[in-house]
């Protein structure tokens, strides 16, 4: 009998069943590779300070020193890099904003996590920053569709994972267990993205889904090894290729890419680079996100041996490490779950 059953390996369920084998318990991942993720979409941007007012992240102060840390492990146990730890790059807008933010860098809660001292040449000579900038640190990005096929093959090669829709009605739940298609487990947790709105056993989700789009560029001989943030963020893939991320929408809900988010993303770009670039393809997603910005996670109020580890929004490469912990805690040493949570009903 498996520890648990986990449906979806985007982030969420490769993050939680990861969780569950650095413990010494066993998950078993069914995912259907056929649907779009979110997670093979996302800049994978991990950020502290977010927003034009450089608000400090929900959690920061638990959250970032445990990701480095879980994806430094996670890395080490597949064999392969995907953790890419650079500051992020905030040319300021203007005088006013640099006085705010050189202010801010000294408060205490602020300080770990800024950087005011930079050498601004290495960003000069490829961006518009005619008042600076300042540094945002404990910063970076993950490589997630990397990420996630590696650990896809490592479940593989354990016999702990297969591709296939999960069929909700095929799905028997006894007291002390359950039984898919004769894979036996004390709990299956769900971890389904978007396509949590057609899980029979959890209705009322708050979800508030946002859909977005970045674009990959090519850029001839610049140079700069951070991620530059402005409005957008412009990711250093590798030599000569950056990725720009993302727009926010909240209408037409659909993974299809649009000439609107393109044309969107170019201008932002064009106006924080100082070279040209051309656009090399472009993607779309839709992300869990839910009306109050917290995450989903916890068991069925009814079902205990059915539980969710969702709504992780615009943020699932630094919210996934530490709540997934939490996660584990609550279910084996019935440690609360934070305050703010959103509760399955
Ligand atoms: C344009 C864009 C940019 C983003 N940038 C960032 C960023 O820089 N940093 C960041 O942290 N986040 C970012 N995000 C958000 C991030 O993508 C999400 O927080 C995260 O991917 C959510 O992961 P998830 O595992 O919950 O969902 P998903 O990645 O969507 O995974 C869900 C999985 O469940 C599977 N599944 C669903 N239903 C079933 C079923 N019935 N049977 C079997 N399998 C099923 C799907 O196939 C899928 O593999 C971005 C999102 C977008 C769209």
Not at 247 to 262: G, N, P, V
Request: charged residues 20%.
């Amino acid at each position: 009998m498996y520890d648990c059953i986990i449906v979806g390996q985007g982030i969420a369920g490769t993050v939680l069943a990861y969780t569950f084998l650095r413990n010494q318990k066993i998950p078993f991942v069914i995912n259907a590779e056929e649907f779009p993720s979110a997670s093979q979409v996302a800049g994978g941007i991990f950020n502290p300070l977010t927003g034009k007012n450089l608000v400090k992240t929900w959690l920061a102060d638990d959250l970032f020193p445990f990701l480095h840390t879980f994806y430094r492990e996670i890395e080490k146990v597949l064999g392969e890099q995907f953790l890419h730890s650079m500051p992020i790059y905030r040319p300021f807008r203007s005088i006013k904003e640099q006085n705010e933010w050189i202010a801010k860098s000294t408060l205490p809660e602020f300080e770990p996590y800024l950087n005011t001292a930079v050498a601004e040449e290495q960003y000069s000579l490829d961006v518009r920053n005619p008042y600076g900038g300042i540094e945002t640190l404990q910063a970076g990005w993950i490589e997630l569709p990397k990420l996630l096929a590696t650990f896809r093959c490592f479940l593989e090669k354990k016999s702990l994972y297969f591709s296939e829709i999960f069929d909700y009605s095929a799905l028997q739940i006894f007291s002390e267990k359950v039984v898919y298609k004769g894979i036996e487990a004390e709990k299956i947790i769900f971890c389904e993205g978007t396509r949590a709105t057609m899980n029979p056993f959890f209705e009322n989700l708050p979800f508030n889904f946002a859909k977005g789009e970045t674009i990959d560029i090519f850029m001839k001989e610049a140079s700069f090894e951070s991620i530059i943030n402005q409005g957008i963020s412009i990711i250093p893939l590798r030599k000569n290729t950056f990725r720009v991320a993302s727009t926010y929408s909240w209408h037409k809900l659909d993974w299809e890419i649009s000439q609107k988010a393109r044309a969107e993303l170019t201008e932002k770009a064009s106006n924080l680079l100082k070279k040209d670039f051309s656009v090399l393809t472009q993607k779309a997603g839709i992300r869990p996100a839910t009306k109050n910005r917290r995450p989903i996670i916890g068991l069925h109020p009814r079902m205990p041996q059915i539980g969710i580890f969702n709504g992780l929004g615009s943020k699932g490469v630094s919210l996934a490490p530490y709540l997934a912990d939490r996660f584990f805690k609550h279910l084996y040493e019935n440690v609360p779950l934070p305050d703010e949570i959103n509760a399955p009903t």
